[in-house]
T-cell receptor, first 114, second 115 residues
Framework: GAGVSQSPRYKVTKRGQDVALRCDPI?????LYWYRQALGQGPEFLTYFNYEAQQDKSGLPNDRFSAERPEGSISTLTIQRTEQRDSAMYRC????????????FGPGTRLTVT | AQKVTQAQTEISVVEKEDVTLDCVYETRDTTYYLFWYKQPPSGELVFLIR??????QNEISGRYSWNFQKSTSSFNFTITASQVVDSAVYFCALSEDQGAQKLVFGQGTRLTINP
């Protein structure tokens, strides 16, 4: 079946612009996670959802970052007023439920802020 | 707090050698889950294995094997008879049952298999 998909795969934006990153999880997966991966590092947690409820947003760096999953399926991560330090690979993952289950990752969105 | 340490930043071996990637973790939970992921040069993150804290049996899958030892808080990964296609960055990760419902990753080990 289809895996986790993310769009766009690459995004170049100018400093100060808003961006929206989309994640389409594996069908039937309850939990959806967002991570950020800097070059040469492991992914770092940003936020996660069970169904449409945002359960934990402790990893969001500041209030320019927000996420939603209004119908419990597709999720959008929004970064307002982007800064150069926001440049990274943003990865989405989904799992059948929460911590006990493996997370399957999408291909990521490479964000470059110029 | 959760923490995962992969002390080996880079490993380089010749094809057909065996290689072990180390992973040490910290957690206060009694129930937790350990994972290994592979990130090949193409960049995707590929799930390899999940173990829960109550199952200390070692696991073998083809050339891959995993050794989980709670006494030393380690979950090491061994590739037997390595192949060039095994070249990748390997990440160990931890999630807690009662704590934060997220994966905490180690820094990764870059494995290069030379022909």
């Amino acid at each position: 079946g289809a895996g986790v998909s993310q769009s766009p795969r690459y995004k170049v934006t100018k400093r100060g612009q808003d961006v929206a990153l989309r994640c389409d999880p594996i069908s039937g997966h309850v939990s959806l996670y967002w991570y950020r991966q800097a070059l040469g590092q492991g992914p770092e947690f940003l936020t996660y959802f069970n169904y449409e409820a945002q359960q934990d947003k402790s990893g969001l760096p500041n209030d320019r970052f927000s996420a939603e999953r209004p119908e419990g399926s597709i999720s959008t991560l929004t970064i307002q007023r982007t800064e150069q330090r926001d440049s990274a690979m943003y990865r989405c993952a989904s799992s059948l439920a929460s911590a006990a289950y493996e997370q399957y990752f999408g291909p990521g969105t490479r964000l470059t802020v110029t | 707090a959760q923490k995962v340490t992969q002390a080996q930043t880079e490993i380089s071996v010749v094809e057909k050698e065996d290689v072990t990637l180390d992973c040490v973790y910290e957690t206060r939970d009694t129930t937790y889950y350990l994972f290994w992921y592979k990130q090949p040069p193409s960049g995707e993150l590929v799930f390899l294995i999940r173990r829960n804290s109550f199952d200390e049996q070692n696991e073998i899958s083809g050339r891959y094997s995993w050794n989980f030892q709670k006494s030393t808080s380690s979950f090491n990964f061994t590739i037997t008879a390595s192949q060039v296609v095994d070249s990748a960055v390997y990440f160990c990760a931890l999630s807690e049952d009662q704590g934060a419902q997220k994966l905490v990753f180690g820094q990764g080990t870059r494995l290069t298999i030379n022909p």
